[in-house]
């Protein structure tokens, strides 16, 4: 029996030469969402991706492309990511001067709306907005590397998200990223996570250990 608990690999861990087959191999593994990370080397100290390899990698999973936007700006990018394929576009409130635009925008394309916190953002910014979004993001590392340490302080934050969350009545999907691992993926579940993201130790061991590592993080 499987739990409510989604895991998301990201990606940022996988063997770039050859990312179709990848992400083929963490579908076929038992993964839940396929966790997308763009950096622009402004918004964060790293390059990854654009929305044309999105839209290469599109026909190699039909899981939910859930695609983490660190750019800025972000705006004029919505459009290029919906058409190749993202389900779920999250950004950061410190990207852009609009959020509420920007999440509308994401809405427009018919896409999953989600905001991502970083370990030094504010609650206060979810204020008004909660009845507008889809996910919220909590970031458990600073964002642009993956492989980095658990910051534990943001348990307190996931738990309070969580009560937010449980008091909108919204079905709001509370995503936690950053330095998940079988010691840490139990903590931020029991704090109110509900999905978890996981590059390092997804891809850890090879494709023969997806399979495991995935269900190991789920708690089974
Ligand atoms: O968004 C990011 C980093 O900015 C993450 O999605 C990481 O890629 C997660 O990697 P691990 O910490 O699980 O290795
Ligand atoms: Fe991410």
């Not at 750019?71 to 410190?94: C, L, M, R």
């Amino acid at each position: 029996m499987t739990n409510n608990i989604k895991i998301a690999p990201s990606i940022l861990s996988a063997d770039f030469a050859q990312l179709g087959a990848e992400i083929a191999r963490i579908d076929a593994a038992g993964c839940d969402w396929i966790h997308i990370d763009v950096m622009d080397g402004h918004f964060v100290p790293n390059i990854t991706i654009g929305p044309q390899v999105v839209k290469a990698l599109r026909p190699h999973s039909e899981k939910p492309f859930d695609v983490h936007l660190m750019i800025s700006p972000v705006d004029q990018y919505i459009d290029a990511f919906a058409d190749a394929g993202a389900d779920i576009i999250s950004f950061h409130p410190e990207a852009g001067p609009h959020m509420h635009r920007t999440v509308q925008s994401i809405k427009a394309r018919g896409v999953g709306a989600g905001i991502v916190l970083n370990p030094a953002t504010s609650l206060s910014c979810l204020d008004h907005i909660m009845g507008d979004i889809d996910l919220i993001l909590v970031m458990s590392v600073n964002p642009g590397f993956g492989g980095q340490k658990f910051i534990h302080s943001q348990l307190e934050k996931i738990s309070a998200i969580r009560k937010m969350i449980d008091a909108s009545g919204r079905d709001i999907r509370l995503e936690v990223d950053g330095g998940i691992d079988r010691a840490t993926a139990p903590l931020a579940i029991s704090a109110g996570a509900d999905v978890l993201v996981a590059g390092t130790a997804t891809f850890t061991g090879g494709p023969d250990k997806y399979a495991e590592n995935i269900a190991a993080l789920r708690g089974q």
